[in-house]
């Protein structure tokens, strides 16, 4: 999810970053569910799509006795780093233009893109988000957002809004299927001058007023900082436009990954933990005036971990989210020390299903708390494929699986308000079915000159 307030938060939380190489339990690499069955490389001859398939080891017969793998039913999520340059100058984020930190520009190739997909594909991504740096300055972006979409994924974007109104209608044309803003403050004053984007607010109304015209529905993304006041901020929202918002932690430790969406020295991220515990009450009370996409449960996680308590929920960085950046490096997620290896090695690269609690990365534990119960449901049922009744047992009723059960059943109405409004921009898409090539086209400019 990259953007500090795109994503800066995204990303872990100050104190939140933390974390220990015991809890990480090292760059260890398990197999998926049960222990009896290991994957198989195989895919459809015809489409190249992905099967992960288990097969029992210990088939003497010579009988190739593969199945689907009930993991293989969930979808995965990748947040896609495009580029790790930035117009805008944050003041809690390793991106912004004036740091220094991000180095020579990079910009993720858009055909080494294109065939990286299917492997993506065959790891179940279902969802992509595309960020940076700010992904809009990247030359081939609708280019990249086509090449996502056109893969049957549901291609998203984090942006700062800035170059909105020159590219949101090429997006929507691509297949964008969800955009992304950032914003700092109730205060837009207060947002601009954090952006260092003078006139920053009239672009985020246009792009969302021309998001929401062609069906697509709009989040905004706010790190927790203290330029938050929390009691405003719901009629901010509302006048801009946003359908909802997601709450992202901050975080002042530098990530293990290429990632820079930190802020090292910031005072905006300086949080205390009784400031933290604070900002989460406010998001609890937030919850009854507007649309917010961090649940109950995944703020419960987040207090227990600024109080140092016990997780719930593992985390599912490594098997059902990833991090993918500008040199098509797959990372098991952006605080990772180590990457797994080039997106090309991924049909390779096992899941890594050892336990981490290590840090509160919003993107990656918010997904964590909705689908651990789907997890859990599809590693009972390979055990019971994989005739261990026990083990099967032991997965449902895994710590949290009722918690996060409940989170899916009370975030069912936010998901179906954003469906809804896809299945619409999907149908406006089909009536603009001849102008993809031309977009493509378009999308080769670079916006960096705007
Ligand atoms: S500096 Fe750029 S990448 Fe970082 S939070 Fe700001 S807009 Fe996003
Ligand atoms: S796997 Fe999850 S909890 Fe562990 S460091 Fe990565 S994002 Fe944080």
């Known amino acids: 999810m990259t953007d500090q307030g795109c994503r800066a938060g995204a990303r872990c939380s100050s104190g939140l970053g933390a974390y220990s190489d015991r809890s990480r339990g090292g760059n260890t690499r398990t197999n998926t569910g049960a222990s009896t069955w290991h994957p198989v490389g195989l895919s459809c001859p015809v489409t190249q ?3 992960s398939l288990l097969q029992r080891p210990d088939d003497s017969c010579g009988r190739n006795q593969s199945v689907r793998s009930p993991g293989s039913w969930l979808p995965a999520v990748c947040d896609a780093s495009v580029t790790n340059v930035c117009n805008a100058a944050c003041d809690f984020c390793g991106f912004a233009r004036d740091k220094g930190l991000a180095g020579p520009k990079r910009y993720m190739d858009a055909e080494d893109f294109a065939r990286a997909i299917p492997f993506l594909r065959r790891r179940h991504v279902r969802y992509m988000t595309l960020q940076g740096g700010e992904p809009l300055v990247h030359p081939g972006i609708v280019r990249l957002v086509a090449e996502v979409a056109g893969a ?5 974007i984090i942006t700062n809004g800035w170059f909105l109104p020159r590219y949101i209608e090429p997006l929507a044309a691509a297949g964008l299927g969800r955009l992304v803003i950032s914003i700092d403050s109730a205060n837009l004053g207060t947002h601009e001058y954090n952006r260092g984007l003078d006139g920053l607010t009239s672009r985020i109304k246009q792009g969302i007023r021309g998001a929401q015209a062609r069906g697509i529905p709009v989040t905004a993304s706010v790190t927790v900082s203290r330029l938050v006041r929390y009691e405003d901020l719901a009629k901010t929202l509302w006048h801009l436009g946003f359908d909802g918002v997601e709450f992202s932690y901050p975080r002042q430790e530098a990530l293990g990954s290429t990632s820079l969406v930190y802020g090292e020295g910031s005072h905006l991220v300086d949080l205390t933990r009784d400031e933290l515990l604070e900002a989460l009450e406010a998001i609890r009370r937030l ?10 449960a995944s703020l419960a996680e987040v207090g227990r971990f600024v109080r140092g308590e ?6 599912v960085g490594g098997y059902k989210y990833f991090y993918l950046d500008w040199n098509l490096d797959i990372w098991r997620c952006e605080a990772w020390p180590e990457k797994l290896g080039s997106v090309f090695d991924l049909d390779n690269i096992s899941d890594q299903r050892d336990p981490c609690n290590a840090c509160m990365m919003g993107c990656y534990r918010n997904a964590s708390m909705l689908m651990h119960s789907g997890i859990s449901a599809t590693d ?4 019971v494929i994989g005739g261990d009744v026990t083990a099967a047992v032991a997965a449902l009723f895994r710590r949290g699986v009722a918690m996060s059960l409940w989170t899916l059943i009370r975030e069912a109405p936010h998901i179906r ?3 809804a ?3 619409k921009s999907r149908g406006l898409k089909a009536a603009a079915a001849d102008e993809p090539r031309a977009i493509m086209d378009e999308g080769q400019r670079p916006a960096e000159a705007d």
């Open 421 to 423: 409004r896809r299945t």
């Open 152 to 156: 049957g994924m549901q291609a998203a």
């Open 49 to 51: 799509e992905g099967s």
């Open 417 to 419: 308000r954003l469906t």
């Open 310 to 315: 016990p997780q719930h929920v593992p985390c």
């Open 380 to 383: 009972a049922l390979a055990a």
């Open 287 to 296: 919850k009854k005036q507007f649309p917010v996409f961090n649940s109950m």
